[in-house]
């Protein structure tokens, strides 16, 4: 516990998730390192029907941020907690995490104690989404279209398969609908043909793997990805692609499957509603929606550089 004493006196709020995940809870040996190392740790439980923002009203009060669930309960605290300055961890207790996984945290309730010790921070980009007159928050990506579908089709399937639920689901996606989406990026106008269109912050899938190259948290912009392929397998290479890319062994050779746009602000519309989802999270609601960048709006707890977080 040596390194854990930069806690003492740390004032740590955990706002945390109680459904998220399967299995038995790391939670409770997370918080154990935090208060042998001498954090005062606040816990506050997600209820039903309570507004996020009011978990955080007290946040100036606290040194750190915790936020413990999937990563839908990871980005809703994160945009409640925009601007505020506090520095948070990601805590993965979801199923897919694809948060923690970005900002490349271990599951071990112990390193992550450590590495809120440390205190290394990157201060990276939030995504703020319309649809009507609600507004949320998003860290890694909002979609519509074929993306959506896979993960309300996974809904069913998470409690019995975990991670594999998703691929499961984009298996169904053989034959995904397709429509005319009309976007507006920056002010522009933009209309084409596919399955989706995805609004990425972060770059990463599972596994650390690159959904396309040249994502940045970072950089003050969204990149827009247009998802022009018939099925999901097409977009199969385009991974490929991206590892390649990533590892510097070669340039991209199938860049026909999808198009990728920077934007600081996009509104997504389609001839057909598409379902829509963000950060993992189906949503009720459908297209339109307007996505909008938030530079800089939050310190996440990671132990890799601002550099490492980009695709």
Known sequence: MTGLTRLVDKRVLVVFNPRSGQGESTLPQFLAGLRAGGAEVTERQLEPDTRMAGYVEDLADFDLLVGAGGDGTVSSLAYAARYKDVPMLAYPAGTANLIAQNLGLPRDPVQLAAIVADGHTVRVDLG????????????????AGADAAMIRDSEDLKEKFGAMAYVMSAMKQLNPKKTTFHLVIDGEPRTFEGIGVMVANFGMANYRLPITSDISPSDGKFTVVLMKAGNILRLLPNLIDSVLVKMNLSDPVFSGNLETLEAKSVTVDADEPFPLQYDGELHVETTPFTARILPGAIQFLTPIGKTELDT
Do not use: C, K, R
């Not at 989404?129 to 928050?137: A, D, K, M, R, Y």
């Open 128 to 143: 703020e989404i319309q649809v009507g007159e609600e507004t949320s928050g998003f860290a890694m990506l909002a979609g």
